[in-house]
Every structure is written in structure tokens, then in C-alpha cells.
């Protein structure tokens, strides 16, 4: 089980906003960074945003990251056909002494 | 470029053993974390363990579901970490990747752990 929670899906309409939320804790998204990572159906992960709402060289800014407390969220603006992929934030966790990944949003592109 | 290459994976029986390697290529190896992230078919994304660089004494941690079985190890001069892991169990098929960093900028494609009698 993970200590990170996501919907399990999200889905829009091309040109739309697509929100995804990730609820952790005071060990780990209250106390560390959040990174989230897209994984494209049949390949590996790639990361999308670190350090909370920093974009890696390449990464379109239709890509976006906040953190509040304990939760975090990405932001899809102007969702595009690509764009379809699940998604997954992930934080250290001080308790775990360990990396723990979110359970994974399926975006869907109506 | 930063490459990643996986290699080791393959069919085991429960109980038995394997060792993987990550070859990396494109950057300073020797002075990353190196971590190892597994995905079961169809399932999300697991945290296996990580090892630090030997500025930071090779430090390793690992997830309570693979402490004591498995063991992550580094040879710098070969730009390779490995994974091995003993006493499989059928709950540890899945794709192992290898990635880089804190932050683990970059993945490998990837190879396949099957364990099935």
C-alpha cells in the first residue's frame, strides 16, 4: 500500500486543464519535495517536475507542480493527445527512510 | 547523453537468486545515487533501494519488503550498479529499472524479473 493517495483517474477534453492531487503525510510530502513522473503506455517513466514545481530541460510549461502542507498537485494546461499516460508523484518519506511513489493517475484525452 | 542499461533479468524459481546490472554512460557514475524502481504487470511504480556515492560512504537503504533478501552494490570503475536479489519470492516479478539521482532524472528501459516455478 502506499502513504501516497491519487484519483485513480482524471480525464479532459483537448485544450482543457487537468488537475491531479497527491495526499501524503508530515513524513513525507510535509517534510521533502515532490517529484512527479509520466510514463507513456509501454514505456519507461520519465520525470516530469522536481523539487516540487521545477521542470527538467525539454518539459513543455503545459506542465506544472505546487505543494501545500501535505498534499501536492499537477497541473495540465492545454491537454494535448500525448499528454495520455499515467502519472505519479513521489516523495521521501522520513519515517519509511525510503522513496514512496503515488499510486498513479490514468489521464485520459476525451 | 545519459544512458541507463539494464541486463540480468530472466526466469527464476521461487527461492532462487539473481543479480542484475545497471550500466550507465553520460555522466559522473561515480558520483550519483543510484537507485532501483520495480513495476509488476499492470501495478504502479515501487521504490526497491537506493545506494550513495563513496563521498557519501556507499550508503544504502532499502523498502521493508525486500530488507535482508536483497543488496545493492556499485563498482565505479566499471560505471555499474547491481542489484542482487536472493530468496525470491513470486511477488518480486516485475520490470526492474534502474535511475539516477535524488531526484531520479533519468530511467533505464528496463529488464524483466519473473519468478514462477
Known amino acids: 500500500q502506499s502513504v501516497l493517495t491519487q484519483p485513480p483517474s482524471a480525464s479532459g477534453t483537448p485544450g482543457q486543464r487537468v488537475t491531479i492531487s497527491c495526499s501524503g503525510s508530515?513524513?513525507?510530502?510535509?517534510?521533502?519535495?515532490v517529484n512527479w513522473y509520466q510514463q507513456l503506455p509501454g514505456t519507461a517513466p520519465k520525470l516530469l517536475i522536481y523539487?516540487?514545481?521545477q521542470r527538467p530541460s525539454g518539459v513543455p510549461d503545459r506542465f506544472s507542480g505546487s505543494k501545500s502542507g501535505t498534499s501536492a498537485s499537477l497541473a495540465i494546461s492545454g491537454l494535448q493527445s500525448e499528454d495520455e499516460a499515467d502519472y505519479y508523484c513521489?516523495?521521501?518519506?522520513?519515517?519509511?527512510?525510503?522513496?514512496?511513489f503515488g499510486t498513479g493517475t490514468k489521464v485520459t484525452v476525451l | 547523453e545519459v544512458q541507463l542499461v539494464e541486463s540480468g533479468g530472466g526466469l527464476v524459481q521461487p527461492g532462487g537468486s539473481l543479480k542484475l546490472s545497471c550500466a550507465a554512460s553520460?555522466?559522473?557514475?561515480?558520483?550519483?545515487?543510484m537507485h532501483w524502481v520495480r513495476q509488476a504487470s499492470g501495478k504502479g511504480l515501487k521504490w526497491v533501494g537506493r545506494?550513495?556515492?563513496?563521498?557519501?560512504?556507499?550508503?544504502?537503504a532499502y523498502d521493508a519488503s525486500v530488507k535482508g533478501r536483497f543488496t545493492i552494490s556499485r563498482d565505479d570503475s566499471k560505471n555499474t550498479a547491481y542489484l542482487q536479489m536472493n530468496s525470491l519470492r513470486t511477488e518480486d516479478t516485475a520490470v526492474y529499472y534502474c535511475?539516477?539521482?535524488?531526484?531520479?532524472?533519468?530511467w533505464g528501459q528496463g529488464t524483466l524479473v519473473t519468478v514462477s516455478s
Open positions: 545506494i550513495k556515492s563513496k563521498a557519501n560512504s556507499y550508503s544504502t
Open positions: 553520460g555522466f559522473t557514475f561515480s558520483g550519483s545515487t
Open positions: 513521489a516523495a521521501w518519506d522520513d519515517s519509511l527512510n525510503g522513496y514512496v
Open positions: 508530515s513524513s513525507t510530502i510535509g517534510s521533502n519535495t
Open positions: 535511475t539516477r539521482g535524488g531526484d531520479s532524472d533519468s
Open positions: 523539487s516540487n514545481n
